[in-house]
């Protein structure tokens, strides 16, 4: 599959789904929410999904599929504030 049909894929999903194939492909980095969104639609209007990929990580958070981290650090979900990057859960 090539890079523009994994983003294809993406941008069908639902935006949870998505969001957590983006994480995939990062291989264990995390990701800024804008690298998510334009993942997710690379070249269309990527901006407007800052803020629902937001709302899906903190679900996805409390649900303990991601990692919301801040300067490196793990933060609580419901109460976190600026720049944020997302991971995956580490099972070592």
């Known amino acids: 599959m090539s890079d ?36 997710i639609a690379p070249g269309n209007d990527w901006h407007a999904l800052l803020t ?15 990692i919301i981290y801040r300067k490196g650090k793990p933060v609580d979900p419901s109460d976190f504030r600026g720049v944020y990057r997302l991971g995956l859960p580490r099972h070592d």
């Open 4 to 39: 523009c049909d994994s983003h294809a894929t993406a941008a069908s999903l639902p935006l949870d789904e998505a969001i957590l194939a983006e994480l995939v492909r990062a291989d264990g980095k995390t990701l800024s929410a804008p690298e998510i969104a334009h993942g």
């Open 52 to 66: 629902p990929i937001r709302r899906a990580a903190v679900t996805l958070a409390q649900t303990g599929r991601l």
